[in-house]
Every structure is written in C-alpha cells, then in structure tokens.
C-alpha cells in the first residue's frame, strides 16, 4: 500500500479565498484523522471519523473549517474564508481496528500558507 | 486539563552515543502509550508501543521504558545515528479515547 496520501503538498493562497485539502487513507483503515500543526501549538486533532461517519469535530477551530468523507477512500478538509492564521502543516491519519490500541499511519502533510 | 508534555524540547547527541528521550504524563488512566518520528517535512512515523501492565518493550535499536509510579515514559535509542535526528513525539492513550499527542523533543545527531 501506498500508505496515507494528501495533496497537494504545498498551498500558498490569499486571505478570503476557499482552501480545500485532499486525503486517501489506506485501504481497509477504519478511522481517518484530521490534525494541524504549528510550532505554537504542537500537533492538534481536528476532527476523526469512523467508517466514514464524524465522531468528534471539537476540534474544528470554527466555522470556516469543515471536513467531510464521503467515501472510505476519501475525504476532505475545507477552510472557507481562509485567514493567515490558519498557515500551518495539516495532516491526515488514518488506522485500523479499535481506538483501544490506535496506532495512526500519517501522510506527508499539506503545507498551507495564507497570505 | 490532564495532558502529555516532555521534560526536554531539544537533545544534542554525538553520533554512536544512546539517546534518552523523556516523556511525563499526568493521567493515571492512561493504559497504552505510543512514540512517533517526524522527520523534517514528513508525518509522524509510528516506532514503538507499551501497554500500561509492561515496563519495558524492545524494537530495533529502540527500548521504551514505562515508569507508572511517577508517570514516566523514556524512548532509549542505542548508538544514535545521523538518520535518527527528528522530532519524537509521545502519545497516551486512555481506554478507547483518541490518543493525545505530547508537544515532541527535537533530537539532534552530530556526526
């Protein structure tokens, strides 16, 4: 497998303007997550679904992120309008079986810039 | 509320040394702990695992020591190579809750 892919991989856009970031979990995972990261504030989880259904969002800073999975091979994170502070490492995770032993296979990251 | 946090945020090791990598955790409940790599420009990478009823857990080059009496948890890397210079991170996890993420030490490997 290829294991968790995201893209793209880099994203420079203005403020105001719609982001949207891809995932593809590895086959067979169960779970997808949702995190960003900034030298501030570590690595933060956004948002995780289960067999494509959100669990939990509380993480989602507010409503100019969603986040959908509309299929077990895909889903999307979407911050609509974006703003600087929003610039950070958004990753992707995804695994198998339960969250009692959760070991999480990560993408490579997209690098979000807003200007 | 109870969270994951590192004694040390940066470590400097000479190539060839072993490396100790601190993590101290709050909560009691936490049953199964996990350590990652991240690697410049990369997602963390799962290493290592150790259930709460284990004190000590060996993978390749690596060792993972849990002390739950003081709520301790230490990465061991023997003979640290260049390669392994990265940002650890450790992960607690509490039943079936999401597993919480530590802030992660920078280990630097000098040649």
């Known amino acids: 497998d290829a294991g968790v892919i995201q893209s793209p991989r880099h994203e420079v856009t203005e403020m105001g303007q719609e982001v949207t970031l891809r995932c593809k979990p590895i086959s067979g995972h169960d779970y997808l997550f949702w995190y960003r990261q900034t030298m501030m504030r570590g690595l933060e989880l956004l948002i995780y679904?289960?067999?494509?259904?959100?669990?939990?969002d509380s993480g989602m800073p507010e409503d100019r992120f969603s986040a959908k999975m509309p299929n077990a091979s895909f889903s999307t994170l979407k911050i609509q309008p974006s703003e600087p502070r929003d610039s950070a490492v958004y990753f992707c995770a995804s695994s198998p079986g339960s969250l009692a032993k959760n070991i999480q296979y990560f993408g490579a990251g997209t690098r979000l810039s807003v200007l | 509320g109870e969270s994951v946090g590192l004694h040390l945020p940066t470590l400097s090791v000479q190539e060839g040394d072993n490396s100790i990598i601190n993590c101290a955790y709050s909560n009691s409940a936490s049953d199964y702990f996990i350590w990652y790599k991240q690697e410049s420009g990369k997602g963390p990478q799962f290493i290592i695992d150790i259930r709460s009823n284990m004190d000590k857990r060996q993978g390749q080059r690596v060792t993972v020591l849990l002390n739950k009496t003081v709520k301790h948890l230490s990465l061991q890397i023997a003979a640290t190579q260049p390669g392994d210079s990265a940002v650890y991170f450790c992960?607690?996890?509490?039943?079936?809750?999401?597993?919480?993420f530590g802030r992660g030490t920078s280990l630097i490997v000098h040649p």
């Open positions: 992960a607690e996890n509490i039943g079936s809750y999401i597993p919480t």
């Open positions: 679904f289960n067999n494509n259904v959100p669990i939990d």
